[in-house]
């Protein structure tokens, strides 16, 4: 199934498609649906292909499981550019959030003023 879909939204999904499409056109519509998927399997098999013989022996040492985006924490990425390297490592070294928690400067206000106020972050 589609990713985020469970079985009652497909079943959902199917009745309104058969409702939009009608019956007698669903199975031409189907059958095209088939062809477009093979057709992009086909291409992005013969691309992969190609991408392995260009690369070649040299291909085979790329650490391509490093370069999923899927693995990439935006957090991470925000605080390593605001923080700098040495926050970074300090992240690393430590576990993550408690480093950067720990590289945050603490800014002691005098007592007998008040705090700052945003009028327009209300």
């Given at each position: ?39 992009v ?7 992969q ?66 705090p ?7």
């Open positions: 199934m589609i990713a985020g879909i469970n079985g009652s939204e497909a079943l959902i999904l199917l009745v309104i498609i058969l409702i939009v499409v009608g019956p007698d056109r669903l199975p031409r519509y189907a059958a095209q649906l088939g062809k477009f998927v093979r057709n399997k086909t291409v992005l098999s013969d691309a292909n190609k991408v392995r013989d260009e690369l070649g022996p040299e291909g085979e040492e790329i650490p391509w499981d490093k370069l999923d985006p899927r693995q990439y924490d935006p957090r991470r990425i925000v605080r390593d550019a605001v923080m700098g390297d040495e926050a970074a490592n300090g992240a690393k070294a430590a576990g993550g959030a408690v480093a950067g928690a720990a590289a945050i400067k603490v800014v002691k206000r005098d007592p007998d003023t008040p700052p106020f945003d009028s327009e972050a209300t």
